[in-house]
């Protein structure tokens, strides 16, 4: 059970750093148009920043909860590895979502 645990942190993380490099790659280089498209799909990255900032309180709880778990009070090492799982997974959508916004290759397509 550990290993899949590890290996689903693994992939959440590798797919995290993927998608949110991308984003800043995208705004780097295309800043007004990547910008441009976020306000074009208004409700669509409301909606986005809205999971983002949830997944930022889970993950700051989490890490609320790894540092009690530091001072042994109680065990709640499961509890946080969940939540960070669950941040984790949280952010991977909002990038990936973000950066499918922000792409301008596809947007030129449609």
Do not use: C, P, Q
Not at 47 to 64: G, M
């Amino acid at each position: 059970m550990m290993l899949i645990v590890s290996g689903l942190v693994f992939i959440l993380t590798i797919l995290t750093m993927h998608f949110s490099l991308k984003m800043y790659l995208i705004v780097s280089k295309y800043k007004e148009a990547a910008l441009g498209l976020i306000f074009t799909h208004l409700k669509e990255s409301v909606l986005y920043f809205k999971i983002y900032a949830v997944s930022i309180s889970i993950l700051a709880i989490s890490r609320f909860l790894d540092v009690i778990n530091i001072y042994n009070l109680f065990s709640i090492a499961d509890i946080a590895t969940a939540m960070v799982l669950l941040s984790d997974f949280l952010l991977v959508i909002v990038f990936y979502k973000l950066s499918k916004i922000m792409d301008l290759e596809e947007e030129a397509e449609t």
